[in-house]
């Protein structure tokens, strides 16, 4: 199995962070403006993201620990999504602030892996941007590949 990995320092508090990746107003801000979740969200909420014409996931909330960290898990959208998890750990480092981002479990390593990986770069740096400036680059403002 293939694994995406991301470590990015972001100069904000772990609180701005874990609010940009777990409040529907924060994924707006930096992944998709499509993006639609209850005003809580908690271990079972389902966050759908959609792409312009595409699908996109449905992600299941699986465990959250505030300001700490939120793990999703696809439960719908494109086969090679579905049953990956995704996970955004935050640890405190003086002024900063490492993410680390994670979606584990892909079966194998294809153009669309490849592609999601650089995806997921170009994302976790609309994240950082979107909370350290206040703008970020969401879909369909994403920079198309």
Not at 56 to 71: A, H, Y
Request: hydrophobic share 35%; proline share 6%.
């Amino acid at each position: 199995m293939a694994n995406i990995l991301h470590r990015i320092e972001i100069y904000a508090a772990p609180e701005k962070i874990y609010a940009a990746f777990s409040t529907e107003e924060g994924l707006r801000k930096w992944w998709t403006e499509d993006t639609i979740a209850k005003d809580s969200i908690k271990p079972g909420t389902i966050i759908k993201f959609r792409f312009g014409d595409e699908e996109g996931p449905d992600m299941k909330v699986t465990s959250l620990e505030k300001n700490k960290l939120l793990e999703w898990e696809c439960v719908q959208g494109d086969p090679q999504w579905v049953g990956t998890r995704f996970s955004f750990a935050l640890e405190p480092s003086g002024s900063k602030t490492i993410l680390r981002f994670a979606q584990r479990g892909w079966k194998d390593e294809t153009d669309f892996y490849m592609h999601c990986n650089c995806r997921w770069a170009y994302f976790m740096l609309s994240l950082k941007s979107y909370v350290e400036t206040g703008k970020g680059t969401p879909h369909p403002e994403a920079i198309p590949l």
